[in-house]
C-alpha cells in the first residue's frame, strides 16, 4: 500500500477526564504514571492509540485499562497539538470527558495503576497540558449544565434536593438560595418525589427523589438560564 511521501508521521493519543460526585464534593480520577518522563507524578488516564482503533474504541480500551472502568460514557472535548507538549516525541492527544456517579461504578475501579479521586479544590499538579484540558472540560461542562441538566449523570438513581444543591454550586463555584432553587428544579418536572427520607443529615430529613426518565429528553430545555450568567461564574 501506498504512503504519503515527505510527510512527517505523529503519535496520537488519548486522555480521558473522569467527575465523579460522592453527594458531598465534586471529583476527578486520577492515576500515578507509570513511566518516564513524569514517572510517579498524577495525570489523566492516557495512552496511545492503536492502528486499527478509533479515537473512541481507544478511550475505553485505555480507561478500562488503567481504572478498571467500564461502559462509561465518553464524549469528545478537544485536540490538543502543541509541538512541544510531550518533551520526549511529537503527540497529538484528543481529550474526552466523562461524567459518573461514584457509588455506581466505585466496585469496578481498579488499584493497579493507584486510581485515585481527588475533589477538584484539591487537585494536585498534573503532568504536560493536562491541566489545560480539565480547565477546558470544567467550561464545557459548566456550559452544558446551564442549558441542560447532564448533572443528573453525576447523581445515584435516588438522591435529595440538599445533595442536588450541593453538586450544582460545586460545579458553578456559587452559593444559590435554597428556596428558590428547590422550587426552580421542581418546577421543570424531571423529579420524581419519593415517600423514603435521607435522615443522615437531620431527624426531620429531606426526601429522597429520582430523575423522571420519560421527561428527562422531552423536557432536556428544561433547564435553560437554570443558572443566571454561567459564563461569569467558574469551578
Same mark, same amino acid.
Given at each position: 500500500?501506498?504512503?504519503?511521501?515527505?510527510?512527517?508521521?505523529?503519535?496520537?493519543? *488519548?486522555?480521558?477526564? *473522569?467527575?465523579?460526585?460522592?453527594?458531598?464534593?465534586?471529583?476527578?480520577?486520577?492515576? &500515578?504514571?507509570?513511566?518516564?518522563?513524569?514517572?510517579?507524578?498524577?495525570?489523566?488516564?492516557?495512552?496511545? *492509540?492503536? &492502528?486499527?482503533?478509533?479515537?473512541?474504541?481507544?478511550?475505553? @480500551?485505555? %480507561?478500562?485499562?488503567?481504572?478498571?472502568?467500564?461502559? =462509561?460514557?465518553?464524549?469528545?472535548?478537544?485536540?490538543?497539538?502543541?509541538?512541544?507538549?510531550?518533551?520526549?516525541? @511529537?503527540? =497529538?492527544?484528543?481529550?474526552?470527558?466523562? %461524567?459518573?456517579?461514584?457509588? #455506581?461504578?466505585?466496585?469496578?475501579?481498579?488499584?493497579?495503576?493507584?486510581?485515585?479521586?481527588?475533589?477538584?479544590?484539591?487537585?494536585?499538579?498534573?503532568?504536560?497540558?493536562?491541566?489545560?484540558? =480539565?480547565?477546558?472540560?470544567?467550561?464545557?461542562?459548566?456550559?452544558?449544565?446551564?442549558?441542560?441538566?447532564?448533572?443528573?449523570?453525576?447523581?445515584?438513581?435516588?438522591?435529595?434536593?440538599?445533595?442536588?444543591?450541593?453538586?450544582?454550586?460545586? *460545579?458553578?463555584?456559587?452559593?444559590?438560595?435554597? @428556596?428558590?432553587?428547590? #422550587?426552580? =428544579?421542581?418546577?421543570?418536572?424531571?423529579?420524581?418525589?419519593?415517600?423514603?427520607?435521607? #435522615?443522615?443529615?437531620? #431527624?426531620?430529613?429531606?426526601?429522597?427523589? &429520582?430523575?423522571?426518565? &420519560?421527561?428527562?429528553?422531552?423536557?432536556?430545555?428544561?433547564?435553560?438560564?437554570?443558572?443566571?450568567?454561567?459564563?461569569?461564574?467558574? %469551578?
Amino acid at each position: 500500500m501506498h504512503k504519503y511521501s515527505n510527510q512527517t508521521r505523529h503519535l496520537l493519543a *488519548v486522555d480521558c477526564i *473522569v467527575f465523579g460526585f460522592d453527594g458531598e464534593s465534586l471529583k476527578i480520577l486520577l492515576i &500515578q504514571r507509570a513511566f518516564e518522563p513524569e514517572k510517579g507524578n498524577w495525570s489523566l488516564m492516557g495512552g496511545f *492509540v492503536r &492502528q486499527d482503533e478509533s479515537l473512541e474504541q481507544a478511550s475505553n @480500551r485505555i %480507561l478500562k485499562q488503567l481504572t478498571g472502568l467500564d461502559g =462509561v460514557y465518553l464524549e469528545q472535548l478537544h485536540t490538543y497539538g502543541d509541538a512541544k507538549r510531550d518533551p520526549i516525541e @511529537r503527540t =497529538v492527544s484528543t481529550a474526552y470527558f466523562a %461524567l459518573i456517579d461514584i457509588y #455506581k461504578y466505585e466496585t469496578q475501579l481498579s488499584n493497579d495503576y493507584h486510581a485515585e479521586w481527588f475533589p477538584m479544590k484539591r487537585v494536585p499538579k498534573l503532568i504536560f497540558d493536562h491541566q489545560e484540558m =480539565v480547565e477546558a472540560a470544567k467550561r464545557r461542562i459548566r456550559y452544558k449544565a446551564a442549558l441542560h441538566p447532564i448533572l443528573f449523570e453525576l447523581l445515584p438513581d435516588k438522591f435529595t434536593i440538599p445533595q442536588l444543591q450541593t453538586l450544582y454550586e460545586a *460545579v458553578f463555584n456559587t452559593t444559590i438560595d435554597k @428556596r428558590n432553587f428547590s #422550587k426552580r =428544579v421542581l418546577a421543570t418536572g424531571l423529579l420524581i418525589k419519593l415517600a423514603e427520607k435521607d #435522615k443522615a443529615g437531620s #431527624k426531620r430529613g429531606a426526601y429522597y427523589y &429520582q430523575l423522571n426518565k &420519560q421527561n428527562y429528553y422531552a423536557k432536556f430545555q428544561a433547564f435553560l438560564n437554570f443558572i443566571p450568567n454561567p459564563d461569569t461564574l467558574s %469551578l
